[in-house]
Antibody
Framework: EVQLVQSGAEVKKAGESLKISCKGS????????IGWVRQMPGKDLEWMGT????????KYSPSFQGQVTISVDKSISAAYLQWNSLKASDTAMYYC???????????WGQGTLVTVSS | EIVMTQSPATLSVYPGERVTLSCRAS??????LAWYQQYPGQAPRLLIY???TRATGIPARFSGSGSGTDFTLTLSSLQSEDFAVYYC?????????FGQGTKVEIK
């Protein structure tokens, strides 16, 4: 069974750094693209970016390029989403999701709620 | 970046009705379109990919059609569990992009 298990909710202050995680199991982790999707409170889904674990190739949405960093640790089948300096506008639910071809997302994590206070 | 526009924003329907949701791309995306369903407080779920191929376990009352720039998701005979928000997503080019969603609510 494919599972993506995300790290727990975070409460941070503006300007702080943060790295959230997503651990995959039940599928060939290095062969499936894994990506991140933002959903601000009461809003729609926003595609942030994705990474191919096998070679680290990464694609970002221009809206998020330079604002976040997506990375993986193949040794533990984990993907990460990282901020160096959080803003209040980063408050949102963040989902990791995976799919075989980097096209659509077959499987989703449960979401990580990030709350940033100013 | 391809912009995906969904309409309407909200649909109010009775259980048992048939509904059609629209998704339009700002440029041709061929058949590279997926649909997702999301309940409040839950992660989205893949319904359909390649315009009309249902994902594993998705019932036949969900169907998709279209090509190029105009696409539809049809829900025949709405069940109580179908009241949710539906998103389309293109995967013809990077970055992938979602539509803003259509909420299907009980009338």
């Amino acid at each position: 069974e494919v599972q993506l298990v995300q790290s727990g909710a975070e409460v941070k202050k503006a300007g702080e750094s943060l790295k959230i995680s997503c651990k995959g199991s039940g599928y060939p982790f290095t062969s499936y693209w894994i990506g991140w999707v933002r959903q601000m409170p009461g809003k729609d889904l926003e595609w942030m970016g994705t990474i191919f674990p096998s070679d680290g190739e990464t694609k970002y949405s221009p809206s998020f390029q330079g604002q976040v960093t997506i990375s993986v640790d193949k040794s533990i089948s984990a993907a990460y989403l990282q901020w160096n300096s959080l803003k209040a506008s980063d408050t949102a639910m963040y989902y990791c999701a995976t799919g075989a071809f980097g096209e659509y997302f077959d499987y989703w994590g449960q979401g990580t709620l990030v709350t940033v206070s100013s | 970046e391809i912009v995906m526009t969904q309409s309407p924003a909200t649909l109010s329907v009775y259980p048992g009705e048939r509904v059609t949701l629209s998704c339009r791309a700002s440029q041709s995306i061929g058949s590279n379109l997926a649909w997702y369903q999301q309940y409040p407080g839950q992660a989205p779920r893949l319904l359909i990919y390649a315009v009309s191929t249902r994902a594993t376990g998705i019932p036949a009352r969900f169907s998709g059609s279209g090509s190029g720039t105009d696409f539809t998701l049809t829900l025949s005979s709405l069940q109580s569990e179908d009241f949710a928000v539906y998103y389309c997503q293109q995967y013809n080019s990077w970055p992938r992009t979602f539509g803003q969603g259509t909420k299907v609510e009980i009338k």
